[in-house]
Nanobody
């Protein structure tokens, strides 16, 4: 089982990034997928979640109307489009797959700074 995140980096406030998480080793289309983040000195928090079919999503209040989660089951990939980024979005972002088991990626760092 492997989840590989990519797309992190350094961006100025107001900018955008798109994170990707590509899965292998399990039946991706069966799993609910989520993005979490962990800022320095803080606990890991749920950012966005999408159902296995992609027909329902939910977001943390802090990112609603700025972030969009989506998935492509044919490509075994989940995305997080992040717009209007703020310094408080700075964190390591993790991909999670959950059904009966829970799998985590290694994380990708996002830094929002001028």
């Amino acid at each position: 089982v492997q989840l590989v995140e990519s797309g992190g980096g350094v961006v100025q406030p107001g900018g955008s990034l798109r994170l990707s998480c590509t899965a292998s080793g399990f039946t991706f289309r069966w799993y609910t997928m989520s993005w979490y983040r962990q800022a320095p000195g803080k606990e890991r928090e749920l950012v966005a979640i999408i159902t296995s079919a992609g027909d329902s999503t939910d977001y943390a209040d802090s990112v609603k109307d700025r972030f969009t989660i989506s998935r492509d089951n044919a490509k075994n990939t989940v995305y997080l489009q992040m717009n209007s980024l703020k310094p408080e979005d700075t964190a390591v972002y993790y991909c999670n797959a959950r059904k009966f088991e829970s799998y985590w990626g290694q994380g990708t760092r996002v830094t929002v700074s001028s």
